[in-house]
């Protein structure tokens, strides 16, 4: 068409020179009005429009001012219809705010339709739209907030629908801005819609104060509501939500009764022609299912399907959260089945959640949770019915769940469990299979972004998975026993130690990187690692503790700069765990033996120099584990408590030690070819064991068999017949052995002493320990009060990069409520702890050796988190040291001091001043056994102590 020809030619020539002279040019206008009467029959040509908007936004600027007010009105009307419509190019500057808030109404009325029956692509447009909007107005634009509500509330639609947390974190971000737009009668619905975005983005990322904030800023919200706001009810079922949550988190009943009066209220205040009764109906028959589940003849889940039923009837079924408000009342006829019985109620539940399941879009997380549910029904009717055909249905849904890649890993890892669990028995290669994508989102489910504390709860929530799934490894395919061994080991690699893992990924060398990538990498790899505190030590890491919305900036910067890094030559690997073809060769330096205790069945997995080999154990089983390790820790009590029968105590932990030879030690040894002590009597064999789970609770290395005297029978012993050391994984102990460089210049050696601590009994030999270290090893500096240099955390932790060797003479504490609280009590302990979570951030280059002589510095006595291996001796591995030497439980002072002069002793090298790190395990093992003769039925006091590293 000529006129679009010339009005573009006229437009770029303008834009070109910066001129306005083409513009006016004879004929032009003409053509300009030709081509906007051309558009009243084209209405969807957006470049004419585009065009036509500059050609006057030009004009107006070649014409008197009071003469540009036609040409202006023209430019402003069609950049709105492109702006709307089309979005690509720039906007006359001063303009753009303008029209911004001329396209408020168009994205308002695109963002209800959108609210009533949102897909991807209607969610697309308007996103699209209110982020041009936004990013076009002036911060001070008094329509602002709105818009940034509008689009918090479209990013955190689509995070639902796909769009992952991305969305739902600059959902968050909006929010917040809106709400400091907001003073005064505005403030409430910009609080609820923060509230919605934290607690969703708790959804994503199970951070614990994400949640917290919700409930309080929903609070804030109802609070700074008026009594007669029209969206009151909203702000009500919104906390109402938040708040059965939270009780999933946390179960406290008094959140689900407050959720329950919210409920009640939200509908309460709700016209039955308000369209948002049905959403307020399903919060609340939500909120009577989590509080009354299981309870027979509950008039509370009556009520709750009874609310079910009116929020489906109330929906249309072209609505966005029609399967959803399915789903709800199919849980809750489910619960009513399973409570009472009900076979009925069970059979409307399975077609309700089908209904559900058909309804829900694929690429909407939602429809993980719908395939749960609906296993869930069939899963409640078959154990009524005993129809098989329910139960392999109900298999199919769970595992159908664990595939939707949009759905949260934690609840993708649950569902596997129960599909695991339904097929356990009659196909557990299938079992295994499900099971094995459940382990490799472990990662996902504690990931970076997340405060050390949450990492922790949610991985007690999947705990023992991994040792689940290796045990279903083994038995999937028994004709291929080579590759079960192998697919089991490395499930139990990737399902254990998941933060010493992370730590570990995030020290790979750099050399060779260039230098601003490799500084960019260490700046975010401190701040991320040392904001995951939460105790006040956190004050002296970078940037302290951060917030939620620090750590999400903090871990997508990360992200992407490890895709850099990978993308750099030789550094593809870079980051990731190691393959378990890149573990094998670990077996040169002696076996390692990875032991697994489940439900199913108990193995040791033998990692030697042939491959990996599975050797069943069955005599180990969880419940009797469970019940001696029970008896030998109540039996340490007794060793040192006057008013118990302390020889009667020792005789337990001697019939425990048994009973670990007779069922895990002695086959172990057996198999690996270890049948009896050297007859030469040489120094032992080394090999390495890797317990995790609840053996990491007893000393494997201190197992044998005794006579009726109390004295190890010859060769019946592991102390006999190998030098034992300890790994969380195959993995550390690699990586501890790629850190054994030997260190520029002569060695030194730091010892903090306290032989007396404040609040504590003192420690009386440690002046004679600290003696004999001072002679003992190379270039000591002596942190004691008695020298006038307070062993101090925060002087500590200065002295710790300087020094190739550190010894602890102190005492230690073990935290069963939280691991990485466990940790050594220094003179300010009661203000400044030196814990396990201190020292994750700490990365040294020179150190070689940390000797722990205190209590329970190998101890983790966390259920949820033993697979974890979170300890002070582990995170002084993890933090450079590779030999470490520590104790399982409360040791005694003399014993203690003794040892530690036989262990530098043992490890002095022939004709030098230093000391032989190599020999580290075989010293701590000559010392160990020096006691043993000595006391040989009173393992107390030489069986705590052990050694992890190479």
């Known amino acids: 068409m000529e006129s679009l020809e010339v009005i573009m030619s006229c437009v770029r020539?303008?834009?070109?020179?910066?001129s306005v002279e083409p513009v006016f040019r004879p004929g032009a206008l003409t053509h300009a009005r030709r081509l906007a009467a051309h558009l009243e029959t084209r209405p969807d040509h957006?470049?004419?429009?585009?065009?036509?908007?500059?050609f006057h936004w030009y004009q107006a600027q070649g014409l008197p001012e009071g003469q540009d007010e036609q040409d202006l009105d023209l430019a402003r009307d069609f950049l709105l219809h492109h702006f709307v419509v089309d979005g690509s190019g720039e906007l006359p500057e001063p303009l753009a705010a303008t029209v911004a808030l001329m396209a408020v109404p168009s994205a308002l009325a695109h963002h209800r339709r959108t609210l009533l029956a949102p897909d991807g692509l209607s969610v697309d447009v308007a996103v699209r739209l209110w982020t041009r909007i936004v990013e076009a107005q002036e911060p001070d634009d008094s329509l602002r907030a709105l818009c940034l509500m509008s689009l918090s509330t479209m990013l955190q639609i689509r995070g639902?629908?796909?769009?992952?947390?991305?969305?739902?974190?600059?959902?968050?971000?909006?929010?917040r801005e809106a709400v400091t737009l907001s003073p005064g009668p505005h403030a409430a619905a910009a609080l609820s819609t923060l509230a919605t975005a934290l607690r969703d983005r708790y959804g994503f990322a199970r951070a614990i104060g994400d949640l917290d904030e919700a409930v309080a800023t929903g609070r804030r919200a109802i609070e700074a509501a008026r009594p007669d706001e029209e969206d009151l009810p909203g702000y009500l079922s919104n906390l109402c939500t938040m708040l059965i949550i939270r009780h999933g988190h946390t179960p406290d009943v008094a959140d689900l009764d407050d959720a329950i009066r919210l409920g009640r209220r939200a509908v309460a205040l709700t016209r039955d022609d308000n369209p948002d009764l049905a959403a307020r109906l399903s919060n609340l028959s939500l909120a009577l299912q989590n509080r009354f589940a299981g309870t027979a003849g509950s008039a509370g889940l009556d009520e709750a399907v009874e609310a079910g039923r009116r929020s489906v009837a109330a929906t249309p079924e072209s609505h966005r959260e029609w399967a959803t408000r399915l789903s709800v009342l199919g849980t809750a006829l489910r619960h009513r089945c399973e409570a009472d019985g009900a076979l009925a109620d069970g059979d409307e539940a399975v077609r309700v959640s089908a209904r559900a399941l058909r309804a829900t879009a694929e690429n909407d997380a939602a429809r993980a949770t719908n395939h749960q549910n609906l296993g869930l029904a069939l899963l409640a009717r078959y154990q009524r019915s005993g129809d098989l055909d329910d139960a392999f249905r109900a298999a199919d849904s769970f595992a159908a769940a664990v595939a939707v890649p949009t759905a949260p890993p934690l609840h993708r890892i649950r569902f596997a469990g129960s599909a695991a669990g339904l097929l356990a028995l009659i196909d557990p290669s299938r079992a295994a299979d499900i099971l094995e994508q459940a382990v490799r989102l472990l990662p996902e489910v504690?990931?970076?972004?997340?405060?050390r504390a949450d990492q922790q709860d949610a991985l007690v929530a999947v705990a023992g998975l991994a040792g689940d799934a290796a045990a279903l490894a083994l038995d999937a395919t028994p004709d291929q026993p080579d590759r079960c061994a192998q697919r089991a080991l490395s499930l139990l690699e990737s399902g254990r130690t998941i933060l010493i893992g992370q730590l570990l990924d995030g020290r790979d060398s750099l050399h060779g990187l260039p230098p601003d990538l490799a500084a960019r990498f260490t700046a975010l790899r401190e701040a991320l690692e040392g904001s995951r505190g939460t105790d006040p030590l956190t004050a002296l890491l970078p940037g302290g503790p951060g917030t939620n919305d620090d750590r999400a900036d903090l871990a997508r910067d990360m992200a992407a700069t490890l895709a850099e890094i990978r993308a750099q030559d030789g550094f593809a690997s870079f980051g990731l765990p190691p393959r378990l073809d890149e573990l094998l060769p670990e077996a040169a330096h002696g076996p390692v033996v990875t032991l697994n205790v489940a439900e199913r069945r108990s193995d040791a997995l033998l990692l030697t120099t042939d491959g990996v080999a599975a050797l069943p154990l069955p005599g180990l089983d969880r419940a009797t584990l469970t019940a001696r390790i029970e008896a030998f820790h109540a039996a340490l009590k007794g060793t040192t408590d006057p008013d118990q029968d302390r020889p009667a105590a020792q005789a337990v932990l001697t019939g425990t030690l048994e009973w670990l030879w007779e069922t895990v030690a002695e086959p172990v040894l057996d198999a690996l070819g270890y049948r009896g002590a050297p007859q030469d009597g040489s120094t032992p064999p080394r090999m390495w064991w890797a317990p995790g789970g609840l053996l990491s609770l007893l000393p494997l290395h201190a197992a044998g068999r005794y006579d009726e005297r109390g004295r190890v029978l010859r060769g019946q012993s592991v102390m006999d017949r190998v030098v034992s050391s300890y790994t969380p994984t195959i993995r550390a102990l690699r990586h501890a052995r790629e850190r054994r460089i030997a260190p520029a210049g002569r060695q030194s050696s730091l010892i903090v002493a306290m032989p007396a601590t404040p609040g504590l009994p003192g420690l009386a030999h440690v002046p004679a320990e600290v003696a004999t270290l001072t002679s003992a090893l190379p270039d000591p500096l002596v942190l004691t009060r008695s020298a006038g240099t307070l062993p101090t955390r925060d002087r500590v932790l200065k002295e710790l990069p300087r020094h190739a060797i550190a010894h602890f003479a102190c005492h230690g504490a073990h935290d069963p409520a939280d691991p990485s609280r466990s940790r050594l009590l220094l003179h300010d302990h009661e203000q400044f702890p030196l814990t396990v979570a201190a020292l994750a951030p700490i990365d040294l280059r020179q150190a070689r050796l940390a000797y722990l002589s205190a209590c329970e510095t190998a101890l983790n006595t966390t259920t949820g988190l033993l697979d974890e291996a979170i300890h002070l001796a582990s995170a002084f591995q993890a933090a450079g040291y590779s030999h470490v030497v520590g104790t399982l439980w409360a040791i005694d002072d003399e014993t203690s001091a003794e040892m530690a002069g036989d262990f530098y002793a043992g490890m002095r090298a022939p004709g030098s001043e230093g000391l032989?790190?190599?020999?580290?395990?075989?010293?701590?093992?000559?010392?160990?056994?020096?006691?043993?003769?000595?006391?040989?039925?009173?393992?107390?006091?030489w069986a705590a102590h052990l050694h992890v590293g190479p």
Do not use: K, N
């Open 916 to 941: 032989d790190f190599t020999a580290a395990a075989q010293a701590l093992h000559g010392a160990v056994r020096t006691q043993r003769d000595r006391f040989p039925r009173m393992p107390s006091l």
């Open 446 to 451: 504690a990931p970076r972004r997340l405060v």
């Open 13 to 18: 020539e303008a834009a070109g020179t910066g």
């Open 160 to 175: 639902r629908l796909g769009g992952g947390i991305a969305d739902v974190d600059e959902a968050v971000r909006l929010s």
């Open 46 to 54: 957006g470049p004419a429009r585009y065009l036509l908007g500059w």
